[in-house]
């Protein structure tokens, strides 16, 4: 890596260290102390924004420093949008830079660390740097009140410590068996950054329309969704019901976490019902529901400017995930509301609807901490089903859309790579890992550095790969899809695909060139294209890039690399003890019908990582098919569904105790 990118890297690590507290780094501190943006308003493209920036911050009308951000309060999010709107327009580097060092003392942390990430996500010339992993920069929005009180405890009494973190609940909740899923820091974090890939607050002015993005946010959802249900199955629990406006909501829930700023996150006694806010009526989520309903019934929604636009096509869900996550591209907002957005402030206040008791938001107003919360996924199912409602209106696919003339799939097979693995059996277990605390707690003025690290237990899988024989009547380039779907529900029952279909899950979808005849492709569990990597901790990344620096060791980057993306460990559903089978289907389809991106080889597409549920960040998402393709519509009859180019193996996963040996 270049002397460039790494002062860089360094510099964003330093700016985001210790993030609650001011900056200590000498050399930031000098910048903070110098750098007005308002003394380089011809470096921005739009100085007025920087002039209400820095004109809130002189007035002291910006958020308390120790208030609790959040996303959802429409004030929050007009500060945070006009301190994203600087950043990101900075037209040079430096001057990003140096404008984050300056609001970064100035503004409330969480609300600075949030329009930062974003602007840094999306500028080009932060391509490649590293943010630290989210639990590590803000823990306490990871990590329980009891971990982190040990923590101050350790950094107190100066005691290097690894502290086990168990998760919420106790046996007495049955829910509690799949808390290993809801509270994985890795797919929160995953989740957080998808909705800072995809703001639902982004404007069309800044780079464009993202591809593609309300389709998104329905198959990223959709799939954790299905995930969750098969978490559920795994622990004999039923799949998640969703939640209705007018119902108690059954489950409660203790968070048992706290804010940085001491307040308790709140916990939901079980069977709340939901109450009106002083500026949200549960009538109004009934309402705007209905419009909606209506809108997918009738097939057309109704623009601001009174058009119809049609549902019934490959692009109704797009505009349908707009709507519904409530996005700033929805086409008509006052008239369909913000439905899921308020469904997360509404189950955030539930239990203080009338703001009296000062009480701060719930988990599910934080996209770091919402999956912790059971409602979460309940909610989401619930969203997610208004989804289903529009596709099963849609005519199933043809024989022709699904077939692949000339492209048949002989055989699959899926094969453990650990020592003793059986064919199509695959092993799952529990592991730990270490998570750096030293961000809770500033131990910059202190002479040696104490190593507080929390201990989490984390859902892993063996390494395999899949080998599958296709036959080719002609040299022909391809895009392979896998999909495991849950065999039996919980009552044992074998399910119908049509059912079954919808609890697809992704596990990778990449392209393949074909030559004629046989051939035998093989793909790497490590390679796929809806996970990424374990990521390097806050201070690994920080000790490597000094090395770097100093010349003792390489610095690899990628420029591609992404935050979001579902971690790689959980890539398989747990299955059980006994062995849980899926039905895995292998569908082959057509990469020159497929790609919709012009000129894109299947080498570009291999480059881009994390696409499955995370897309792509600038330009078109390369496959043109409908997310979840061919699963995404009914399934009127099974024989018909089975094209040459269509193969299901039973595979079974087997959850042990002890990790395999490799
Ligand atoms: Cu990600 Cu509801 O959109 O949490």
């Known amino acids: 890596a270049d002397m460039t990118f790494l002062t860089r890297q360094l510099q964003v690590l330093k700016l985001l260290r210790h993030l609650n507290q001011p900056l200590s780094d000498p050399e930031l501190t000098a910048i903070k102390n110098s750098f007005s943006p308002l003394n380089h308003l011809n470096k921005f493209k739009e100085p007025e924004t920087v002039k209400l920036l820095v004109g809130l911050i002189t007035k002291g009308k910006v958020l308390q420093r120790d208030t609790v951000f959040s996303l959802f309060h429409p004030r929050h999010r007009y500060e945070m949008v006009t301190l994203f709107e600087t950043l990101y327009g900075a037209t040079d ?39 630290p992993p989210a639990y590590e920069i803000t823990p306490h929005m990871f990590l329980t009140t009891d971990v982190v009180r040990k923590a101050y405890k350790a950094k107190m009494t100066r005691t290097p410590t690894v502290i086990p973190m168990k998760f919420t609940g106790s046996v007495n909740n049955p829910e509690q068996r799949v808390a290993y899923f809801g509270e994985d820091i890795g797919m929160n974090s995953h989740h957080s950054h998808w909705h800072m890939d995809f703001p639902f607050w982004w404007k069309q002015e800044y780079a464009g329309y993202k591809d593609r993005k309300g389709e998104l946010f329905y198959y990223m959802h959709h799939q ?122 509404m189950l955030s206040k539930v239990t203080d609807p009338h703001l009296r008791y000062g009480v701060p938001p719930g988990v599910m107003e934080h996209f770091e901490t919402a999956t912790r919360d059971p409602a979460f996924f309940r909610l989401h199912k619930h969203v997610d089903n208004l989804f289903k409602f529009h596709k099963d209106l849609l005519v199933p696919y043809s024989f022709h859309e699904l077939e692949f003339p000339g492209v048949k799939i002989e055989a699959v097979k899926v094969i453990g790579t650990c020592k003793a693995s059986t064919p199509n059996h695959l092993i799952t277990y529990f592991d730990e890992s270490h998570i750096d605390l030293n961000n809770i707690v500033d131990t910059s003025g202190q002479k040696e550095v104490v190593d507080i690290k929390a201990l989490v237990g984390r859902l892993n899988h063996e390494p395999f790969k899949y080998v599958i024989t296709v036959h080719s009547e002609k040299p022909v380039r391809a895009i392979v899809r896998v999909f495991p779907l849950p ?146 519509r009914r399934v009127p009859s099974e024989e018909t569904f089975y094209t040459p180019n269509i193969k299901t193996i039973d595979l079974t996963i087997k959850n042990v105790k002890q990790k395999p040996t490799e």
């Open 93 to 131: 580097y430096d001057t990003f830079f140096r404008t984050a060092v300056y609001a970064r003392d100035r503004l409330n942390p969480r609300q600075f660390l949030y329009a930062f990430s974003v602007a840094l996500l999306h500028r080009q010339d932060c391509r490649g740097i590293c943010l």
């Open 224 to 345: 954790m969704v299905a995930r969750f249900d098969a978490e559920r199955l795994s622990n004999d629990l039923p799949v998640v019901e969703p939640l209705e406006w007018d119902q108690k909501i059954v489950e409660g829930f203790a968070p048992g976490a706290t804010y940085e700023n001491g307040q308790e996150f709140p916990m939901r006694p079980d069977n709340m019902c939901f109450s009106d806010l002083p500026f949200l009526t549960v009538q109004d989520m009934k309402i705007f529901e209905g419009r909606i309903r209506d809108a997918i019934a009738s097939g057309y929604v109704k623009t601001v400017d009174s058009r119809l636009m049609s549902l019934n096509n490959t692009a109704g869900i797009n505009l349908l995930g707009e709507i519904v996550e409530s996005s700033t591209h929805s086409v008509n907002p006052v008239f369909y509301g913000k439905l899921h957005n308020d469904g997360h402030v």
């Open 487 to 632: 065999k039996y529900n919980w009552f044992g029952q074998m399910v119908p695909l049509d059912e079954a279909r919808w609890g697809a899950i992704e596990l990778d979808r990449f392209p393949v060139s074909l030559v004629h005849g046989d051939n035998i492709v093989t793909r790497n569990s490590e390679d796929s294209t809806v996970t990424i990597p374990e990521p390097r901790s806050f201070p690994d990344l920080m000790s490597d890039v000094q090395k770097a620096i100093r010349g003792e060791q390489d610095f690899k980057y990628d420029i591609h690399h992404r935050h979001c993306g579902f971690p790689h460990r959980l890539l398989l559903p747990k299955g059980k003890p006994e062995g849980m089978v899926y039905r895995l289907f292998v569908v082959v389809t057509d990469y020159d019908k497929d790609v919709v991106a012009p000129g894109m080889s299947p080498d570009d597409v291999n480059t881009l990582s994390s696409l499955g549920y995370c897309g792509v960040m600038d330009g078109k998402m390369p496959d043109g098919k409908p997310m979840g393709f061919p699963f995404d």
